[in-house]
């Protein structure tokens, strides 16, 4: 049973209540992340999200990481391209603690000069640790050339030179023209006192403006990603493939069998790409699909780290056991199989508070709306063979695949 209340600013708060555990997860979700940027903003969302670490109007940084980690709590955030997260989990007894703080970052940050310029250079660091990372650098660059001409396109890092020319005064420009209240979820899962808690986030997030409309995403109707090619040469060892084909949003109904498409071609070691590449072949110690849905647009992916002589054998492989899937369909054998799979993981990952918060903030914060566990699963089984037909004919679209390579020095 979930619980739902709209905050006197505007701020939506949905909470799931489980007594029988002994720790609460929150989360603090904003509708920002590279998607709402600008070229020229790229990056802001990222760069702000490290900021709210680094001090408030009566903590230090090194305060707030001395008293998460003296009361056992887990504190994190992460930028996507659609959304930043501020979460906490505690122990029961020690959640107010742990939302004190949390809220305390989220209203009350200074952003000291100093922060912003030791932070510019600890995100430099990660960019350059990004392109250094093979498999890193080319999902980002797959990203890339598929969603070109989408906001999707757009890296959440953002390119090394924005990060360099940014000033404090863009950064709490870009954070006042996000983070208000309509623009705002909570998320709580755990064991927690449903009123303690509310009057806490009442009194605690009151400073945060209520703002005028939430920020909206349309579904990329018009787009169409045309077939491409691209190919990155590094001082590396070992070849990397990426192919990327079209895919549902997180809003549209065939994403559930969009989700089975992925797994059943590299979600598991009995997957169609493991089972050959690998298994049959011994060409890859690691290969797999998985589905990028967000809400614009999706995208079925496609990795494998290859041998360099091995990389024609692999490529063929794969793109013929795509042929295969195009030309003759999945068997219901696979089909229920794979229901049975991924409702399995759906429920093992679903085992702790922090996961089922993440689940329910996006939720509430993309789709407006709460998707519970026996609907989720439901929804899995309810897919038929019409169903991944249709979705392998969408899909599966040759004119519409995007390949990339991430290769050894030329010799």
């Known amino acids: 049973m979930y619980q739902e209340k709209i905050l006197s600013n505007g701020i939506r708060f ?75 989990k505690a122990i029961d007894s020690k959640l107010s603690e742990a939302v004190d703080i949390l809220t305390d970052m989220f209203c009350h940050s200074v952003f000291p000069q100093r922060e912003v310029e030791k932070e510019r250079g600890v995100i430099l660091e990660e960019i350059a640790m990004s392109l250094d990372t093979p498999d890193d650098l080319l999902m980002d660059c797959l990203s890339e050339k598929f969603f070109s001409g989408t906001e999707l396109s757009r890296t959440i890092l953002g390119p090394a030179e924005n990060i360099r020319k940014f000033t404090r005064e863009q950064i709490l420009d870009y954070r006042n023209k996000h983070y208000y209240g309509k623009n705002i979820v909570i998320a709580a899962v755990g064991n927690y006192n449903e009123e303690k808690l509310l009057a806490e986030l009442e009194e605690k997030m009151q400073g945060v403006p209520s ?38 949003g997180s809003a549209e ?19 169609r790409l493991f089972q050959k590449v690998r298994e049959e072949l011994g060409a890859a110690y690691s290969v797999y699909a998985y589905p990028a849905i967000y809400y614009q647009a999706g995208a079925l992916i496609i990795y494998a780290g290859i041998s360099p002589e091995k990389t024609q054998v692999v490529e063929e492989a794969i793109l013929n056991e795509i042929k295969i899937v195009r030309e003759k369909g999945i068997s219901q054998e696979e089909l229920e199989h794979t229901k049975t799979q991924i409702s399995a993981s759906y429920i093992m990952g679903q085992e702790s508070t922090s996961a089922k ?52 020095q030329e010799q």
């Not at 009566?58 to 990481?65: D, G, L, N």
């Not at 109904?253 to 997957?271: K, P, T, V, W």
Request: proline letters at 3%.
């Open 14 to 88: 949905y909470g799931e209540y489980i007594p029988q555990v002994r720790t609460a997860s929150v989360g603090i979700w904003v509708k920002a992340g590279s998607s709402t940027e600008s070229d020229a903003e790229n990056g802001l969302s990222h760069f702000l999200e490290h900021l709210f670490f680094k001090g408030t109007e009566k903590r230090s940084y090194k305060q707030i990481a001395e008293e998460f980690d003296n009361l056992g709590i887990q504190s994190n955030a992460y930028t996507s391209k659609e959304m930043t997260c501020y979460y906490v």
């Open 211 to 248: 703002g005028e409309k939430v920020n909206v995403y349309h579904l990329c109707t018009n787009w169409k990603p045309v077939k491409k090619e691209f190919c990155i040469h590094k001082d590396i060892e070992q070849a990397h493939l990426g192919i990327a084909f079209p895919g549902p």
């Open 253 to 271: 109904e065939d994403r559930y069998a969009f989700s089975i498409l992925a797994n059943i071609f590299g979600g598991g070691m009995s997957s």
């Open 357 to 408: 918060m993440n689940l329910l903030g996006r939720n509430a914060l993309l789709l407006e709306k709460i998707i519970s566990e026996e609907e989720m699963l439901e929804n899995i089984q309810k897919v038929t063979m019409t169903d991944m037909n249709n979705i392998i004919e969408r899909v599966l679209q040759e004119k519409m695949r995007c390949t990339g390579w991430v290769l050894p």
